[in-house]
């Protein structure tokens, strides 16, 4: 039901589906015709497949996508300020939701003959589209920055991609990459095909909470590929009949690079590129994003803002989503949580709303600085029934964990 | 409809849910009454929950697990000999199949008042069970070697447990936790709780093939719970009338440490423990598996067999899942593959069986030595268009991959 690609903005409609950018400079993204669209009655296990009759292809490749949990985090709601849900994306197969966009990409590639695939990135994307090419048989080169650490290499190189470290500007490559004209299919973070896998995660919240809907959708931006993919999704999903009203789109971003938060909070219509800090959340840490006007107009168009946490926040969040739900995610994925604390100070969230929060990552996949030493103790096992004597005395009357206070 | 424990060797039954073991010596495992039972209609984005009736606790606790892809890959049926599906257990919440144990233990303890719980293991199940009693809001005591490293202690710490490097012989220390009189719930590996929740796993993969029954299912086999698990779902879904024959149940082991696969080789009735030697598969070297024997009993009531792989075998099968499949896993994980393709050598798997082989957990968690330098150029921006050139010309007529060789 794809009628090729569109701008949001100016409205150009192109039936190549090979291009990216609209004349007007804007990104592109399919055109859907959702009017007859219904929830889909196969099973749950087929993922993201399900939504097959809104996606620009028709069959799946590789290990399934999607069809992740939603889990009501009601332990955080107080820390979160409002009743809090968290989509957990890190249940994809490479532990990340670029898996949606891949696996469109890559299928695309595989329909149109080609043999190649490729695309800019120095984490998830990276090892997701690797991850896919490989599934299709198809040959993958991945660029990524010159500086970028052997440790991340290892993983994306496990799945036989060929990977290029690229002296020069990296914001650059990525739009040298979608001008080429080689017969290579790149699926960087904001193109039509990708956004089209992505928008799937938005359809699956709004169905595993169906009939309700959702009040507010909060998630970390960096260029602005997934926040326009759930703006599209939301759009069709209304279209369909399926919500009533949009949920308010909220995007965070890392107080250090945050050009999309800047320009919200400035009144600006278009993001400009911002001369960026060092921050732990380094997967969204993206200066000038090229989807970033289309994310901006995605929070104002559904009544929502664009805001930015300090990396102290985002660690406090991290640690909350481990210690209070047991899920691990990566910093670009708890800065969603910080921001959900800080929208609810801020009186953007109410603490009755029905807020999702999308984790885009596992945290599983790095290691962190985190406290080994004052939760680990040497014993004999000798000492074992002692030892366990100890604990559990020394616990009483304040043996429940701390979980909600703010 | 769990009718309490039972031995599945001398008869034994007990309605003490706190009992791990028989009085013969053997594990005890959850009785269920599955007359009554038919394929759930719920959604499968409850997991594993959807099987609640079979469990012996009702209520979800945590981030669902279960609801894993069932994958055919059939691009890896030439390598393996048959036709092969994948059930990739790693995207459970925390990277592995033991959160469905975890996840019962944990729900368990809560139902009856407990406000600790408790394992023995130094990998995926310190992790899963850590990362639940979070969840629940339970305290957690684990209970690792004094030697774990600790960059794999970081990964546990994220949920707040009590970490206890134990300094004496491991293998007692397991035992010796289940006979303690503490008020602490120990889920360790072959415990009735965690088999009954590991069970599910088999229940998904006949629900999802059904009504075709595979013709074999090849696991990995450490302290025999998960062979446990398996074997009970199968037994229970032949009462239920799902199911009209058993799949052969295989069991692999490494090479440097198969007590299982020895016994069976040699044609014991029981399992002994052996003298290990270093493996690369460090989740399964369990030298004195508790469940060794049932899981011997297991391979042998359904026409199976334990086996065991060589280190290489297993790198090999590692990589062929990476680049053919696109799915990274844990050395653990791929001796099941590397089986297979052994069992099919030995022509105990045919051509035309329809063989599932459970992943037990990713690969994303841990570093390897995956050769990184050869995949890898280092190129400027510049001279991006004429590189891909390159690259592309130079792999005419050589473009596919060659994952069909064997």
């Known amino acids: 039901m794809t009628r090729g690609l569109e701008c949001y903005d100016c409205g150009y409609t192109s039936d190549d589906q090979t291009e990216s950018r609209c004349r007007c400079g804007e990104s592109l993204w399919f055109s859907t015709d959702t009017n007859e669209f219904a929830w889909p009655t196969e099973a749950w296990t087929n993922g993201m497949w399900r939504y097959a009759d809104v996606l620009p292809v028709s069959k799946p490749v590789g290990v399934t996508p999607g069809g992740t949990p939603l889990v009501r985090a009601d332990r955080l709601d107080e820390y979160a300020g409002c009743r809090l849900s968290l989509k957990v994306e890190a249940q994809n197969p490479t532990g990340?939701?670029?898996d949606r966009g891949s696996a469109v990409g890559v299928r695309h590639a595989t329909e149109i003959g080609r043999d190649w695939v490729g695309t800019v990135s120095h984490g998830n994307m990276a090892l997701s589209t690797s991850a896919y090419a490989a599934?299709?048989?198809?040959?993958c080169a991945v660029f990524v920055p010159?500086?970028?650490p052997e440790q991340r290499?290892?993983?994306?190189?496990?799945?036989?991609?060929h990977i290029f470290r690229v002296e020069g500007d990296y914001g650059r490559l990525y739009e040298q990459t979608l001008a080429l004209e080689a017969p290579i299919t790149f699926v960087n973070s904001d193109t039509p095909l990708r956004v089209a896998g992505q928008k799937t995660v938005a359809y699956e919240i709004c169905e595993q909470l169906a009939p309700s809907v959702p009040d507010a959708i909060v998630l970390p931006i960096s260029s602005g590929g997934q926040a326009s993919g759930v703006w599209t999704a939301l759009r069709e999903l209304e279209a369909a009949g399926l919500i009533d009203d949009l949920p308010?789109?909220?995007g965070v971003q890392a107080a250090a690079c945050d050009p999309i938060a800047t320009a919200y909070r400035e009144g600006r219509e278009s993001v400009t590129a911002v001369d960026a800090a060092e921050t732990i959340a380094v997967s969204i840490a993206n200066s000038d994003p090229p989807s970033g006007t289309r994310a901006l107009a995605a929070?104002?168009?559904?009544?929502g803002a664009v805001v930015s946490v300090s990396d102290d926040a985002t660690?406090?969040?991290m640690d909350r989503l481990a210690t209070a739900v047991g899920l691990s995610v990566e910093p670009s994925s708890a800065v969603a949580l910080a921001g959900v604390r800080k929208l609810s100070d801020a009186g953007e969230l109410a603490a009755d709303d029905e807020v999702v929060t999308i984790l885009t990552g596992s945290g599983y996949k790095e290691r962190y600085e985190t406290d080994v030493e004052s939760r680990t103790k040497t014993i004999d096992l000798e000492?074992?029934?002692a030892e366990l004597e100890g604990i559990l005395e020394g616990s009483e009357g304040d043996v429940s964990r701390q979980t909600n206070d703010r």
Do not use: C, N, V
């Open 315 to 317: 660690r406090k969040a």
């Open 299 to 303: 929070a104002r168009a559904t009544d």
């Open 146 to 148: 010159a500086e970028t």
């Open 248 to 250: 308010r789109l909220y």
């Open 383 to 385: 000492a074992l029934e």
């Open 153 to 161: 290499l290892e993983l994306i190189a496990r799945h036989d991609p």
């Open 135 to 139: 599934a299709a048989g198809l040959e």
């Open 96 to 98: 990340s939701f670029k």
